[in-house]
C-alpha cells in the first residue's frame, strides 16, 4: 500500500538542484507549522513544527529549482518513502534513516503570495554545491489567523492593483513567487546529502541514527 500525503508549509532554505545520472533532482525541507486557538487569550498562537525532506524528479524538478527560493509557502502531494543509507563501512554500519516525500505535484499556496505562470518547462538550472544550506528557516508566526485584505474602492480604478513583487523568476524560467509579507523566525537548514543507493528500511518519522 502507498501512503499519499498533503501538506503545506514554508521552505526552510533555497532548493538544491542536481542532475544524478541525467534525471534532474530537485530537493528541499518544508516546516508546516501547526496553528491552535488558545481560548483563554482568544488568540490564534503558533504549535508544533514538523520538518518534512521534499524530494521532486524530472521535469517539474527543474520548474520546482527556479520557482521556489527560501520562505516560499507551497503545498505538496506526494508519497512517503522511507530508506536507509550506511555512513559507516560494511563490517561497522551506521545507519542513517530517511523519511521523505516524493512530491507528484508541488503548488505555490496563494493564500499567503501571488505568482506568474509561464507554461512549459524551465531551462537547465545551475546545479548546487555539494554540502548543508546554512539558511535560517521562514516561517511566517499567525499565517492561518492572518484575514484576506480588503479591497480599497475609489470609484474610478479598473481593479485592485496588486503589491509590487519582492522576487522575480529569470527570464523564460518557471514562475515567480512574490511574498506580500517578509517574515523570519525559526531555524532550520535544509539537509540535502547524497541519498546514495536506495534500501528500504524500518519504519521512521524522521532522520535518526542507529550505530
Known amino acids: 500500500m502507498t501512503d499519499f ?13 542536481s542532475a544524478k545520472n541525467g534525471v534532474p533532482i530537485t530537493r528541499f525541507n518544508v516546516g508546516s ?3 491552535r486557538f488558545n481560548r483563554s487569550t482568544r488568540e490564534w498562537e503558533d504549535g508544533h513544527t514538523n520538518w518534512h525532506r521534499i524530494v521532486v524528479f524530472r521535469d517539474q524538478a527543474k520548474n ?3 520557482s521556489l527560493a527560501k520562505g516560499s509557502a507551497v503545498v505538496i502531494h ?11 563501512t560494511e563490517a561497522e554500519p551506521k ?12 503548488g505555490v499556496d496563494l493564500n499567503w503570495g501571488f505568482v506568474n505562470y509561464f507554461h512549459g518547462v524551465a531551462a537547465e538550472p545551475p546545479q548546487s554545491e555539494s554540502g548543508l544550506r546554512s539558511e535560517s528557516a521562514v516561517i511566517p508566526a499567525g ?3 492572518r484575514e484576506p485584505a480588503e479591497e480599497e474602492d475609489d470609484g474610478d480604478a479598473a481593479g485592485p492593483i496588486p503589491p509590487q513583487r ?3 523568476a529569470s527570464p523564460g524560467w518557471g514562475s515567480s513567487f512574490g511574498s506580500l509579507t517578509d517574515t523570519d523566525g525559526g531555524n532550520g537548514a535544509v539537509d540535502d546529502s547524497d541519498p546514495g543507493t536506495d534500501e528500504t528500511g524500518e519504519q521512521s ?3 535518526q541514527q542507529a550505530a
Not at 98 to 104: M, N, R, T, Y
Open 78 to 88: 506526494g508519497r512517503i518513502r522511507n530508506r536507509r543509507i550506511n555512513q559507516g
Open 5 to 17: 500525503v498533503t501538506i503545506k508549509g514554508n521552505l526552510g532554505a533555497a532548493p538544491k538542484y
Open 166 to 168: 519582492e522576487t522575480d
Open 143 to 145: 499565517q492561518d489567523s
Open 64 to 66: 520546482a529549482a527556479v
Open 205 to 207: 518519522n524522521g532522520v
Open 33 to 35: 507549522t501547526e496553528r
Open 95 to 106: 545507519w542513517l534513516y530517511l523519511s521523505e516525500i516524493e512530491a507528484d505535484h508541488v
